[in-house]
């Protein structure tokens, strides 16, 4: 696999010229974005709760499993959709799929009807953040991948920060059909802003396959790396809430608010300086300022320490986000974007799962300080492919 541009792995080849980056098909680009991450992060809580009125908390917990285990699956297929009918169709599929089911979330309280939409909607965003992402990354100038890839990580955040709070705060206020028609709507008025963006004709170009992706150690790296720090961003984002104690609530606010405005920050930081010097030689600071972070916040009685090491935390995960993202696109052919897409979102969301779900039975063990600490050691172990992918850079 030949790099698409020679500053993302090798700092030493300068970039003369900086190209525009906000061009106008990113631009509209950013419109898709938008609707999509309103209409997922709107609802996100939202759902779980109908769900839970009528059915428990079992209830939520499947609603919020099926859509994640959905977005999983789709996230497998997405990139054969996208090779055989290109970005766009993709992308106005997934965002029909995300925004249509809201839209009847309400004709039913059942547990089995609220499970068949999220289904559906996870299909749908995992096509939206698959095929989106591709095709984002097509539209961003390959000497500043790093910065524009910081900035469309703004531009999805904000989102996804106003969002998930009013989603409820508004059901407070409207009841649920609404807030859901909303959110369907969000991702459906989107669609239109599809059919102004370039695309590839279908079955182009060869791409690399998601399997063969995995057993592609250019790839695999990278992506191992960012899997161990998503999954001490579930972990945090779960159970801080639980660890802290209840006399500190504040603490979690502030904690919980900070981690994601420190990995906002860095990761813009971090995007600039892949530019300029490449993106390989900061894969290793976000891993190990992630894993910092986690230990300091072992120390849950200490507000200071909650408080350092999520930011601390954020900032390293902020910076791997960036630089395992840009370094694997730099690492393929345009054809493959779509496949480095979706093996960077299947780190994210499955190194989530994977850390709640383990975290909480060693948490049982071993109490909340100690199984932060153990994290913060697990989490080292990412350091073999790291020091790896140093040694098998070709600059």
Not at 16 to 31: D, E, G, K
Not at 192 to 215: C, K
Not at 281 to 297: D, Q
């Amino acid at each position: 696999m030949t790099p698409t541009t020679p500053s993302a792995d090798c700092p030493a080849q300068q970039i003369t010229s900086r190209p525009p980056l906000l061009s106008r098909p990113l631009l509209l680009r950013f419109v898709s974005l938008v609707g999509a991450s309103v209409s997922f992060f709107l609802l996100l809580s939202v759902v779980p709760a109908y769900a839970a009125e009528a059915g428990g908390g079992g209830a939520a917990g499947l609603a919020t499993g099926s859509l994640m285990l959905a977005t999983v699956l789709g996230e497998l297929v997405t990139p054969r959709l996208v090779a055989r009918h290109g970005y766009r169709a993709t992308l106005m599929a997934g965002l029909f799929l995300l925004g249509a089911p809201a839209l009847v979330l309400t004709m039913s309280g059942g547990t089995a009807w609220i499970v068949a939409v999220c289904l559906v909607r996870g299909l749908g965003f995992a096509l939206t953040i698959v095929a989106g992402g591709a095709l984002t990354a097509t539209l961003i100038p390959a000497e500043r991948r790093g910065e524009g890839l910081a900035v469309v990580g703004v531009v999805s955040g904000v989102p996804s920060l106003i969002g998930l709070p009013l989603g409820l705060w508004l059901v407070g206020r409207v009841g649920y059909g609404p807030v859901a028609v909303a959110g369907g709507a969000a991702a459906l008025a989107a669609i239109v802003s599809v059919l102004g963006l370039p695309d590839r004709s279908a079955g182009s170009q060869e791409s690399v396959g998601v399997v063969r992706g995995l057993r592609t150690g250019a790839l695999l790296r990278p992506v191992v790396v960012f899997a161990a720090t998503a999954t001490a961003a579930g972990i945090l984002v779960t159970f801080l809430p639980l660890a802290v104690p209840s006399t500190s609530a504040g603490v979690v606010t502030v904690a919980l608010f900070v981690q994601p405005a420190a990995a906002t920050v860095a990761r813009w930081a971090a995007g600039r300086h892949c530019d300029r010097y490449g993106s390989a030689r900061l894969v290793l600071p976000g891993l190990l300022l992630s894993a910092a972070g986690v230990l300091v916040t072992a120390a849950t009685g200490s507000a200071a320490a909650v408080v350092a090491g999520t930011a601390l935390f954020g900032t390293g995960f902020g910076i791997a986000q960036n630089a395992t993202l840009t370094l694997m696109y730099a690492r393929v052919s345009a054809s493959s974007y779509g496949t480095v897409s979706a093996l960077w979102n299947l780190a994210y969301d499955g190194g989530m799962g994977v850390g709640a779900a383990g975290f909480g039975l060693l948490a049982g063990l071993t109490g909340y300080p100690w199984a932060f600490a153990a994290t913060a050691v697990l989490m080292l172990g990412a350091l073999a492919p790291v020091l790896r992918d140093r040694h098998h850079n070709d600059c």
